[in-house]
């Protein structure tokens, strides 16, 4: 099993490498001359001169690129082409409230999708497990973003019960700031849940013929008991995997909900430089979040060898 | 195919399959007719409810909603059609190749595929936005890249069950090149697996590409589509919640159509599941 681990840990690293070079090469081979990018189309050729210069653009790109990799390994990726300020504290700011609304949804998911979808899959030739089954269709074909814009209109401009956005740190005023989490984590867990809540519907329905659960009804086992106490925990192998591409998912979603609600996070971050043409942060942040993705996978697959005992010997095809 | 589809229909394939169609029909019938005409300033008053001469009411330029949503029914589906296209142009031989080569260089190509995979079609979008602008045709590029490894994986997997069967084994004492088996044997036996994919990826095209136009990242101004409406609607959602509402329920209309689509293919096409 270590050896499996092991041999795991070297894929992340070899893909954690392979894409920084390519998040690199994207960003620098491309664009032509990237001060003549973040500058604009109207900057005086003194100005783009200055600006190589000064963060040494002009040399080699091997080297550029081992600067970028040293300095991220240090925390600290280098200073914005235009506002000078330093990447590395911004990122680590606005990744503490990702992960906030991520987690928080990530949590609001798993609480909506285990009970729905368990239940979908038990009444699931009934009329009401048929409406929920739609229904979470529906929720799927839902963008987040649309579900926020509608959040806010309902429940902080008709009702005036929540704040529409914003955020506040949690050690200043806790109930600022759950008060502010709540309506872009619903919105984020709405549609993630409901991808959740098929997956485990179609998880449970695998179990629900199996012979143990019968055994469970025959020695007396309400059907609602057995369900729960036999089926869930064997379901919950194949969600496991789901929720890690969920949680990559999720990251993703932060960053159009983060747009919505206004929450200084690394999705308001990353599009802010985009607008300001602030090219080292783009590439830093996308970095972040691809490394995040892959992390989030190694993990799974690592749960995915703990879990169950059969992949231990070969490993998967 | 077809026949074993009418064979086997089920409720997702028809509801999916009518919504498909639905806007399929509104996008064809665009380029002969639109309710008013396209992108033009027309009414005398911004912010005009649904009523008898505009459907839908006006947004704030005093443009007719309704053209606006049968308009965006095409970028929407210019979009998924292009992006899922070089998706799985790319990746179906891709994964066919994974499949037939050897191990290690299947292996190695699935953890390149692997490596594609943690840049979501999102994240790789706002990437591209940051060096060329966004555009509609950036957009198509970004998510049809992101959405090659699911083709790939997919296609891998139906063609290592096809490779192991008893004709392929026949074809290769025959003979029989790779290429003619790659043609004649694994691909149309992953055909289905292949359609029903694409179904799904189409949705989420659709979605990404609202979600890029909603940030101002795709679609530009002055183009009809969904996602951009829904971007310009978000300042005054608080006085005019139907020019939320009704390019937001026709993202939601397509995007369940597909999905219930790739469900109800995926459940005619194969029997283990549709007996459930």
Redo the contacts between chains.
């Keep these: 099993m270590i050896l499996q681990l092991l041999r795991r840990l070297g ?1 992340l690293i ?2 954690v490498a ?2 920084t070079v ?2 690199f090469g ?2 620098q081979v ?2 032509g001359n990237p001060a003549r ?1 973040a500058l604009g189309v109207n900057a005086s050729d003194a100005a783009v001169a200055r600006m190589t210069e000064q963060y040494g653009l002009d040399r080699p790109l091997p080297v550029q690129y081992f600067e970028w990799i040293v300095g991220m390994l240090r925390l600290d990726p280098g200073i914005e082409y235009i506002s000078k300020a330093p990447i590395g504290p911004q990122i680590g700011d606005r990744l503490l409230v990702t992960l906030w609304l991520v987690a928080a949804a990530m949590v609001l998911a798993v609480l909506i999708a285990v009970p729905v979808g368990t239940w979908m899959a038990m009444r699931h030739r009934h009329i009401d497990g048929v409406v929920l089954s739609g229904l979470s ?2 929720g ?4 987040a ?2 579900a926020g ?2 959040l ?2 309902v429940f902080a ?1 008709r009702l005036g019960w929540l704040p529409s956005g914003g955020w506040v740190v949690p050690a200043s005023d806790p109930v600022g700031f759950v008060q502010r989490l709540i309506l872009p984590s619903i919105s984020l867990a709405l549609v993630q849940g409901s991808v959740l809540a098929r997956y485990v519907r179609s998880a449970v ?1 695998d179990e629900l013929h199996q012979d143990y659960l019968r055994t469970a009804q025959a020695k007396g086992l309400r059907p609602v008991q057995a369900v729960f106490r036999h089926t869930v925990r064997n379901a919950a192998v194949p969600v496991v995997t789901v929720l890690g591409l969920q949680l ?2 999720l990251l ?1 979603g932060a ?2 909900i983060e ?1 919505v609600f206004v929450i200084p996070g690394l999705g308001s971050l ?2 802010d ?2 607008g300001q ?1 602030e ?1 080292l942060t ?1 590439q830093t942040v ?1 970095m972040v ?2 490394v995040a ?2 992390v989030i ?1 190694f993990i799974v697959d690592a749960l995915y060898v703990v879990i169950d005992p059969r992949l231990r010997v070969g490993g998967r ?1 | 195919m077809m026949r074993l589809v009418m064979a086997r229909l089920n409720p997702s394939l028809i509801v999916g399959g009518g919504l498909v169609l639905l806007v399929v029909l509104l996008a064809l019938v665009s380029f002969v007719w639109t309710p008013h005409p396209p992108m033009k300033v027309l009414a005398t008053q911004a912010y005009q409810r649904p009523n008898a001469e505009f459907w839908l009411g006006t947004d704030r330029f005093r443009r007719d909603v309704f053209t606006q949503i049968v308009l965006g029914s095409r970028t929407a589906l210019f979009v998924g059609f292009v992006s899922v296209g070089v998706a799985a142009l790319v990746g179906v031989p891709l994964g066919i190749f994974a499949a037939m080569s050897p191990t290690w260089l299947g292996h190695l190509v699935m953890r390149g595929n692997d490596i594609v995979l943690a840049f979501p079609a999102l994240l790789l979008a706002i990437m591209f936005a940051a060096l060329y602008g966004g555009s509609t045709q950036i957009a198509m590029v970004a998510i049809g890249i992101a959405t090659v490894p699911s083709f790939a994986r997919i296609t891998r997997s139906g063609a290592l069950g096809v490779l192991s069967t008893d004709f392929v084994m026949a074809a290769r004492a025959a003979g029989r090149g790779p290429f003619a088996i790659a043609t004649r044997h694994v691909l149309p036996n992953v055909v289905g697996l292949i359609i029903v994919q694409a179904s799904v990826s189409f949705a989420i095209a659709i979605l990404a590409e609202a979600a890029l136009a909603y940030l101002g990242l795709g679609t530009p101004t002055g183009q009809p589509s969904w996602g951009r409406m829904l971007f310009e609607a978000q300042t005054t959602y608080r006085s005019a919640a139907y020019l939320v509402l009704i390019p937001g329920g026709a993202i939601a209309l397509a995007v369940l159509g597909f999905n219930l689509l790739g469900d109800g293919l995926r459940d005619a096409l194969d029997p283990k599941l549709a007996r459930r």
């Design positions: 894929v070899a893909s392979v894409s390519v998040v994207f960003m491309l664009p990018v269709q529906v799927v074909a839902v963008p973003f649309l814009i509608v806010i209109s401009v329905l990559a998912g993703v960053v159009v747009r990353l599009l430089s985009v043409r090219l783009v996308v979040l691809v993705v892959l996978n095809a």
